[in-house]
């Protein structure tokens, strides 16, 4: 379906310019006695081209929502846990890179990071060794009807695309933008949700892209234009009625505002947001929802940063017990040189980060997925790599991870002998 609405899509853009480019190129008619009967006829079909290029998007866009509504509860909404097991917790496809002509390097954000973090992770050895990766498809229509119509329309407009990329303005039909750029991105929120979907099933998943964290169901900016936070945790609890208590542990340099007003009357939710307070996108509406709000001051110490992260995720745990799952946003926009970001934070620590992270949550005996987030420098790719062959290297159980949750919403006396066994082996 989505196919053939892209294809829809770009056959409507031609038909809307052939039509303009037609009343523009009509000429004189020397038999016309009347010179306006040649100017009311151009006018016709530039209007109707402007008017089919503004208006069929509209008309699209119900139909494409319609048949979504039809099948919002088919397979693409209930998945198969069975088809994780023999696989790594690495989430990745191929298609989360975004590339356009080469214009992709003009934009601060490096859109390839996700296919180079893959690679050095392949060179080590860490994934092949690990298990096979989980590739995720395209996020359907279906999984995004909770978010606004209104906003998905804004997608088939180009200006509104740029807007939400903090581009300037692209004279670029509409549809490249979705296949080009958007197309990616939705394949980084299926690899969030499906993420979830993975560390349920062995504990923990890291998707090798995702943390749109400016997005909300009814607006992008910021470089994010698909909620994945809020889609992948909705889905989550409503496909799974053991998770009631999600914790969102935000560590990009950059507020998550995004999924804080999504959740905003949320309880079930509690977000940690550690940021720095003087840049994008200071939204404070949005940081009524933060639980624990920490300070990145821009002045602080790497040995500082860590110092803080230590007593926030502390205090979170003991604010917010029982916790079911956590989604860790883990921007590397924190490393130090970041031009975005504006933080002092070592190659090292943005390590030690990751594991500080992993550690309380296998503590905790809490699933996790990791998203990647922000990052704006070559190098974050290597450096996420790094992190998370430590990852690997420090926590055994990530290569035969058990699911927690699972055993507790099945117990059985076979499941509770089997959980019992294993805390006390850990």
């Not at 099933?201 to 809020?230: M, Q, T």
């Not at 945790?233 to 496909?239: A, D, P, T, V």
């Not at 500082?304 to 003991?318: P, V």
Request: net charge negative.
């Amino acid at each position: 379906i989505m196919y053939i609405y892209a294809h829809l899509c770009c056959a409507v853009w031609v038909f809307s310019i052939g039509c303009i480019i037609y009343g523009i190129t009509i000429t004189d008619d020397e038999k016309s006695q009347d010179i306006s009967e040649t100017f009311y006829k151009r006018m016709f079909w530039i209007l109707f081209g402007v008017a089919v290029n503004v208006l069929a998007p509209v008309f699209l866009e119900l139909i494409y929502n319609v048949i979504a509504l039809a099948t919002e509860d088919d397979h693409y909404t209930h998945h198969n846990h069975a088809k994780y097991k023999n696989l790594s917790g690495i989430v990745y496809s191929p298609n989360y890179n975004i590339s356009f002509c080469g214009l992709e390097k003009c934009h601060p954000f490096d859109s390839q990071k996700y296919g180079r973090c893959y690679e050095f992770l392949e060179n080590w050895k860490v994934i092949s060794s690990k298990g096979k990766t989980y590739e995720p498809e395209m996020c359907p229509r279906a999984l995004l009807m909770s978010m606004s119509k209104l906003y998905l329309l804004t997608h088939c407009y180009t200006a509104f695309t740029c807007l939400y990329l903090q581009l300037p303005f692209i004279i670029f039909p509409a549809f490249i933008f979705r296949y080009r750029v958007l197309g990616p991105m939705l394949y980084g929120t299926m690899g969030t949700i499906e993420g979830c979907c993975v560390a349920l099933e062995k504990g923990w998943a890291i998707n090798l892209s995702g943390g749109y964290h400016h997005a909300r169901k009814s607006f992008g900016g910021g470089f994010c234009v698909f909620p994945d936070i809020y889609l992948a945790i909705s889905h989550l609890k409503k496909q799974h009625s053991e998770i009631k208590k999600v914790m969102i542990i935000d560590l990009d340099a950059h507020q998550g505002n995004g999924h804080e007003r999504d959740f905003m009357n949320d309880d079930s939710v509690y977000i940690v947001d550690f940021y720095n307070h003087d840049t994008y996108p200071l939204d404070d509406y949005a940081k009524h929802k933060i639980s624990m709000d920490v300070l990145a001051d821009v002045d602080d110490s790497s040995a500082k940063y860590i110092e803080k992260l230590e007593a926030a995720l502390t205090a979170s745990f003991a604010n917010f017990q029982e916790v079911d799952f956590i989604l860790y946003n883990a921007g590397s926009d924190i490393l130090e040189g970041d031009p975005k970001g504006h933080l002092h934070v070592t190659e090292e620590d943005v390590i030690l980060r990751d594991e500080m992270v992993f550690r309380i949550a296998f503590k905790k005996k809490v699933p996790i997925l990791m998203v990647l987030s922000g990052g704006y420098q070559m190098v974050n790719a290597e450096v996420i790599a790094k992190s998370i062959k430590n990852l690997y290297a420090k926590f055994p159980q990530m290569i035969e991870a058990v699911s927690y949750t699972h055993l507790r919403a099945h117990e059985t006396l076979r499941y509770l002998v089997c959980r019992l066994l294993l805390e006390k082996k850990n």
